[in-house]
T-cell receptor, first 111, second 109 residues
Framework: DAGITQSPRHKVTETGTPVTLRCHQTENHRYMYWYRQDPGHGLRLIHY???????DKGEVSDGYSVSRSKTEDFLLTLESATSSQTSVYFCAISESIYGYTFGSGTRLTVV | DAKTTQPNSMESNEEEPVHLPCNHS???????IHWYRQLPSQGPEYVIHGLTSNVNNRMASLAIAEDRKSSTLILHRATLRDAAVYYC??????????FGTGTRLQVFP
């Protein structure tokens, strides 16, 4: 979607390696979110941010960390990737709770 | 947290109306009801939201029961492009939305 970009779009990594996914926005929205989506589970919130350097945990935050040093960038890091973290990761932005805009997703495979 | 119940799947024929139900019996008085949909291989997209009265926009209509324990998303004329997973999300008056598993809508030509 216009205004939000996720990178990379696809990544294959080995178990135990660190991985960082990037979400970039050009909308200057305050809120940014990371979700993961797995078959049978829908979307689950990992972490979210409500401002620069202000972040909080979501439903499934174990094994993930985030950073937001600039309004436009929200990074999701897997410190030591595991096979259970194979998933599709979506970033979302919003100015308020009304109307999220989602990115196109990052498909991560941990082998 | 308000819990939702949606059918796992529904089917419709093209150009027919579709009524997607959602039960949220534990919703609080200040929770808005949000609907999002996710087309295949895409991120979710906002559809509509409402509090007490029925709401309409270019994509759909939202009918909210008088007791607010249920709502229905109405697609007036389904198209093949409306085939998606539809999520009903009661807002928890916080700064994040929690998605469930939604209803998968199939539309047949």
């Amino acid at each position: 979607d216009a205004g939000i970009t996720q990178s990379p779009r696809h990544k294959v990594t080995e178990t135990g390696t660190p991985v960082t996914l990037r979400c970039h926005q050009t909308e200057n929205h305050r809120y940014m979110y990371w979700y993961r989506q797995d078959p049978g589970h829908g979307l689950r919130l990992i972490h979210y941010s409500y401002g620069v350097k202000d972040t909080d945990k979501g439903e499934v935050s174990d094994g993930y960390s985030v950073s937001r040093s600039k309004t436009e960038d929200f990074l999701l890091t897997l410190e030591s990737a595991t096979s259970s973290q194979t998933s599709v990761y979506f970033c979302a932005i919003s100015e308020s709770i009304y109307g999220y805009t989602f990115g196109s997703g990052t498909r991560l495979t941990v082998v | 947290d308000a819990k939702t119940t949606q059918p796992n799947s529904m089917e419709s024929n093209e150009e027919e109306p579709v009524h997607l139900p959602c039960n949220h019996s534990t919703i609080s008085g200040t929770d808005y009801i949000h609907w999002y949909r996710q087309l295949p291989s895409q991120g979710p997209e906002y559809v509509i939201h409402g509090l007490t009265s029925n709401v309409n926009n270019r994509m759909a209509s939202l009918a909210i029961a008088e007791d607010r324990k249920s709502s229905t998303l109405i697609l007036h004329r389904a198209t093949l492009r409306d085939a998606a997973v539809y999520y009903c999300i009661p807002e928890r008056n916080t700064d994040k939305l929690i998605f469930g598993t939604g209803t998968r809508l199939q539309v047949f030509p």
